[in-house]
């Protein structure tokens, strides 16, 4: 079975600087799909970025990037600028590519609560 | 906005009762995925539904159900509700399968309290 650890359950950063939330996870399949969502004080589950594992490039949204290390199944998030309304909960997810396992679910990590100072 | 839309937002009941969740997807998405979000366990899968047919069981309790209609939208059925069953209940949507890896777009949840 897939797991996802975030070995993180805190972090803090200042407003304006750059954090990096760590995930790593266990597979035996090699297509699959990783996901960071972030959850705000409202609830409201937004994803932030995705990725497929048959790239090798990593993927980047904005003042969001990855850095996906197959090989060593990792899967961290760089936020880059904070802002004040990243102040949330993130959570890594892992999604199978191959039809017939986990029928396309989502497997969350724990999660890691972001707190920006100003 | 995702697009995904859940009624009620907040439920509160007693043990013992059964409640129903809907869930409305996104125009043009063709599965509901069901998760339970609680402060012991994390966010878990339950169910998913494709185009009406159930496709994938998670760690969905006896005491739930879920149905698609041919609407699309989706019910989740909770009885014989004990304390513990308090959680927020998201359903998601994506176009397809889940095949594709496409991206699943979450609703803003139902919290359930149960006393």
């Known amino acids: 079975a897939q797991t996802v650890t975030q070995s993180q359950p805190e972090m803090s950063v200042q407003e304006a600087e750059t954090v990096t939330l760590s995930c790593t996870y266990d597979?035996?399949?090699?297509?699959?799909?990783l996901f960071w969502y972030k959850q705000p004080p409202s609830r409201q589950m937004i994803l932030v970025i995705r990725?497929?594992?048959?790239?090798?490039q990593n993927a980047t949204e904005n003042r969001f990037s990855v850095n996906f290390q197959k090989a060593a199944k990792s899967f961290s998030l760089k936020i880059s600028d904070s802002q004040l309304g990243d102040a949330a909960m993130y959570f890594c997810?892992?999604?199978?590519?191959?039809?017939?396992?986990?029928?396309?679910?989502?497997?969350f990590g724990k999660g890691t609560k972001l707190s920006v100072k100003p | 906005d995702s697009g995904v839309t859940q009624t009620p937002k907040h439920l509160i009941t007693a043990t013992g009762q059964r409640v129903t969740l809907r869930c409305s997807p996104r125009?043009?998405?063709?599965?509901v995925y069901w998760y339970q979000q609680s402060l012991d366990q994390g966010l878990q899968f339950l169910i998913h539904?494709?185009?009406?047919?159930?496709?994938a069981k998670g760690n969905i309790l006896e005491r739930f159900s879920a149905q698609q209609f041919p609407d699309l939208h989706s019910e989740l059925n909770l009885s014989s509700l004990e304390l513990g069953d308090s959680a927020l209940y998201f359903c998601?949507?994506?176009?397809?399968?889940?095949?594709?890896?496409?991206?699943?777009?979450f609703g803003p949840g139902t919290r359930l309290l149960v006393l």
């Open positions: 997810a892992y999604r199978s590519g191959t039809y017939g396992g986990s029928q396309g679910n989502l497997i």
């Open positions: 990725q497929e594992a048959y790239k090798q």
């Open positions: 998601a949507s994506s176009v397809a399968s889940g095949i594709l890896g496409e991206t699943q777009y």
């Open positions: 539904y494709y185009n009406g047919e159930e496709r």
């Open positions: 125009s043009g998405d063709l599965s």
């Open positions: 597979t035996s399949e090699s297509d699959y799909y």
